[in-house]
């Protein structure tokens, strides 16, 4: 794609040829919403004349609660359109646990301080109190959309590239989600930038069930189609979770060339979408999935080529991303090398756990795990790999990764502590662990995650993935997590992981042995306590993935001697 | 299927697939997620359980949690929600 020559996302929108076509947003079959650049950009000319109505001026903060969909989308672009701040929050569906929503809510709306909190018609009236509204703050249903005057002026506003142009919300999955504010040039940087990087051409055409809160949704689904005026086909993560196929039907339907999905779905789609539906999918059109929010794992990948090779998958395809909301968006992209495919290396698990170190050894010899690459830095975008102290580590070293780039934010909104803390001379510590090898980066988890056994560094996933591999353990339903341990003086490594049958329950003996057998194996470390529980004990997430810190606590909740007695 | 046997059906499902615990007593008025009989990620399967014995397509974005609490109130969700299918 041509460079772009605008200083703001909104002179980007409004240059967009009035007939050509943006959103495609499917709820069924009988149900699907289209509108055209210049619909859209008329929607939201008339949205933001009720903005102003409602006396939002530039600067002020706008909150969108809505469904996924045109409206929210709208809604967004005018805000922007009068120089307001909007910011998307996630709106309640049937899987999100009430409490964790209303604090969420609560929480974020306080920080924010909008003038404006807009929710659609169907918001449940019992949530609405926990919207904090500060002063002169004003809560609207379901804003009118036609009904604002077509011949209203939009505001001048200064062609200042440096205005804060959105705000985004980092997906912390623990505490509150920190407000990323984001201005009109980093986040046009960031786009030049991977537009680039993954050759986005006039011929793209976007698919994409990912939430407008998150940012792999709101930069690569909707302000990257926005800006270079490309077509995008989307659909609600819930309605995606309900019918997996409808992500490969639709991609096939609009014949698709790029997505952006995190690890998890391509194992999802292998394990969730029937046999009897496969045939109906043809994945020739697409250019990139792009594996991004996840740490990349080969098995997942291997296991989607296996299930849709007939349909058009291949490897090539299968492309990944290190992303970030502080970044605005990525930081790495894969296929940028000559292979056209992200690393892949074997190294030894030893090595890993013991020194920290990535050491390739041969391709599938013992005691070796393979990993996949996030790619390489795009331009304007800087990753190093640090000690704790803030020392740069050599290639090949684990340690965290700090970034730096021309799309880099400025700060967490109003909270000056957290941005303090993440932010150390122009250089944003992640919280993520990786290493960098031949100028690629390999992501392996959050820091967080982490589990250090007498100075070896084990990775949750590694051992999960092991322990899966046992016939009885139902695959992608085990849990591991470190646990001080008093007596030793460092952490424990505790597994629990559910049987694929309630009758394997009577087998548990022989199932920890041979998992702990395997464990040792693979990583030279033993594990200190083995749970096995039936079937659907494992606590998971609205994603359908293991979440590790609550079943952690129901584990401990469970097992007294757990509790450090 | 009646209403009556749609609910029983929904019950059986629930208990077999989802809970698998031997003894535990649930009637199409029983709370599920608020009692923590079953955490809400089963919910999707449940949906999808609930689909096929109404034989409705239910958007599951128009749902909240409250309305998916009971048996009882799954149906009445489906039948206030859902639209009749076209193809399974």
Known sequence: MNPLHCNTLTEAMLAAPPDQPFITMWHDEDEVDVVTFGEFVQMARCQAADFVAHGVTPGDRVILVMPQGIRVMVSFAAAMLVGAVPAIMAYPNFKIEPKKYRFGLSGVSKNLKARLIVVDDQFPDDLLSYVECSGDAKIVRNVVMQGGSSDWELPELPSDPDRIAFIQHSAGTTGLQKGVALSHAAVLA?????????????????????????????????????????????????????????????????????????????????????????????????????????????????????????????????????????????????????????????????????????????????????????????????????????????????????????????????????????????????????????????????????IIVAGKNLYPQDIEEIVCSHPRIHDGRAVAFGLFNPDLGTDEIVVVAEVEHESDIQHTASIEDAVRNAVVAELGVAVGAVYLRPPKWIVKSTAGKPARSTTREKLIAEQPELRGA | MDEAAQAQELVRYILQEIIHRPGTELTPDSPLVSSGLIDSFALVDILVKVEDVTNLRIPAGKIQAKDMDTVNLMLATAKRVGKPRKSK
């Open chain 1, 190 to 450: 960031q786009l030049e930038h991977l537009s680039a990087a993954i050759r986005l051409t006039s011929e793209d055409r976007i698919y994409s069930w990912l939430p407008l809160y998150h940012d792999m949704g709101l930069i690569a689904c909707f302000m990257l189609p926005l800006v270079y005026h490309l077509p995008v086909v989307m659909q609600s993560p819930t309605d995606w979770v309900m019918r997996p196929g409808s992500m490969l039907s639709l991609i096939t339907q609009y014949r698709c060339t790029l997505s952006w999905i995190p690890n998890f779905t391509l194992q999802f789609l292998a394990r969730r979408v029937s046999v009897k539906e496969r045939p109906n999918f043809d994945l020739s059109s697409v250019r990139m999935l792009i594996n991004c929010s996840e740490p990349v794992r080969e098995q997942s990948i291997k296991e989607f080529l296996t299930a849709f090779a007939a349909n058009g998958a291949r490897i090539e395809m299968l492309q990944s991303s290190y992303a970030l909301a502080e970044n605005v968006f990525a930081v790495t992209q894969s296929g940028l090398d000559p292979s056209g495919l992200p690393g892949r290396v074997w190294v030894s698990a030893r090595r890993l756990t013991d020194a920290h170190i990535a050491e390739p050894v041969e391709a599938g010899s013992n005691e070796s795990i393979c990993l996949v690459s996030s790619g390489r830095c795009i331009a304007g975008n800087r990753a190093r790999i640090v000690s704790p102290e803030g020392v740069e580590l050599p290639e090949g070293h684990v340690g965290e990764v700090a970034i730096q780039s021309d799309s880099l934010f400025e700060g967490y909104y109003n909270r000056p502590d957290l941005t303090a803390k993440a932010k150390k001379e122009g250089w944003y510590w992640s919280g993520d662990l990786g290493f960098c090898l031949d100028e690629e980066l390999y992501v392996i988890g959050r820091k967080s995650d982490l």
